[in-house]
């Protein structure tokens, strides 16, 4: 693992883009590592590489997997020390803001604007002694059941995080998606009672992306909803599954997937206006999408949605982590439980970092 970790510090000192990232429960981590400097685009999802696409999709990085050295190891866990549980100062103002925020969306949901939306906002957290490898593997000791990642492009900028949500896995002819909405905090049991609000939310997620693939796809299995435990909170479950039509490829799907009711709302064209309208910043790779695409003779994919997420600025006098966290909004949020579940969420990341 230490020489693996070198080229990681070898290429990130050389201004050279890299990924490194670890599927959930395993036990390998993956390293690609482009030979040059040149920012590559994905046009269709067509090429063989790692894709990491912002949230409007306008923007489709490609690692490519032909013009980069690809190395897999055995991922050694750190032991990292239980730490209390950390209490933030809250930003009296950032609450008001993002309470006022949400009050807005119920009004536009009261209206008929859209059903359901997903606001977000950013926080900045000071990183005095970064440490590339050691926060990454810090991250994916303390989150094995996540997508743990590390994305660099001198160009666009260092990201990480520690998603706990699927997009799309394409493996020949089936592919494999999940609904996942419905937040609570862990507090030390997944035997939990779920308010009408998140199985509402979660609800919204399943007929979307159902109603969407119905058309693309055929023999479609739906799981009832179950409990999953992501890092310190709980969210609501539902697998779907089914086999592609022959008509169909990679790109399809993703087109009629994302961005899904988790991370944009319903229906999608208003929801989307409402957040580029109102959420007053630019959400950049946040809530986008990324994983290997046509890996293994361009038979399998394997994405995810960028959540739990983080942009690290470097700079000379203190380097920044750029924070990225949202919460579902229905006709029963409640302005003030929504921006305590953003704080939650942070804690995803603050975990690591702090």
């Not at 920012?39 to 013009?67: C, T």
């Not at 494999?176 to 862990?186: P, S």
């Not at 038979?299 to 983080?310: K, Q, T």
Request: glycine share 4%.
């Amino acid at each position: 693992m230490t020489d693996f970790l070198n080229k990681v510090n070898q290429h990130f000192q050389q201004n050279l883009p890299f990924v490194i990232y670890k599927k959930p429960n395993t036990k390998l981590m993956k390293g690609l590592f482009q030979n040059d400097s040149k920012l590559n685009f994905s046009e269709n999802l067509s090429e063989a590489g790692f894709v990491f696409s912002s949230f409007d999709e306008n923007l489709k990085i490609l690692i490519p997997k032909n013009n980069s050295q690809e190395i897999t190891i055995e991922f050694i866990p750190q032991t990292v020390p239980l730490i209390p549980k950390i209490v933030s100062q809250i930003d009296e103002s950032a609450k008001n803001n993002f309470e006022l925020l949400v009050s807005k969306a119920i009004q536009e949901i009261e209206t008929g604007t859209f059903s359901k939306v997903v606001l977000s906002r950013k926080e900045i957290i000071s990183l005095p002694n970064f440490d590339l490898n050691s926060l990454f593997v810090k991250l994916a000791s303390i989150y094995p059941a996540a997508f743990t990642y590390c994305w660099f492009h001198p160009v666009i900028g260092l990201w990480m995080g520690a998603t706990p949500e699927t997009l799309l896995k394409v493996n020949g002819n089936k592919f494999q998606t999940v609904a996942l909405a419905g937040t609570q905090l862990y507090e030390g049991s997944e035997e939990v009672l779920w308010q009408n609000k998140e199985k509402e939310e979660q609800q919204y997620v399943t007929d979307y992306i159902v109603d969407s693939l119905i058309n693309s796809v055929s023999e479609v299995q739906i799981s009832t909803p179950k409990t999953i435990k992501a890092g310190n909170l709980l969210h609501l479950k539902t697998a779907i599954q089914g086999i592609i039509d022959k008509k169909t490829n990679l790109n399809d799907l993703v087109l009629l997937l994302h961005p899904t009711p988790a991370v944009g709302g319903l229906p999608k064209i208003n929801a989307i206006d409402f957040i580029n309208k109102s959420e007053g910043y630019n959400r950049e790779y946040y809530a986008g999408y990324l994983g290997e695409i046509n890996y293994d003779d361009h038979s399998e994919s394997d994405l995810y949605v960028n959540l739990r997420c983080m942009k690290i600025q470097m700079n000379t006098e203190l380097n920044t982590a750029h924070l990225y966290i949202g919460c579902g909004i229905t006709k029963s949020s409640i302005p003030e439980k929504e921006w305590f579940e953003t704080v939650n969420k942070a804690m995803t990341l603050k975990n690591v970092i702090l």
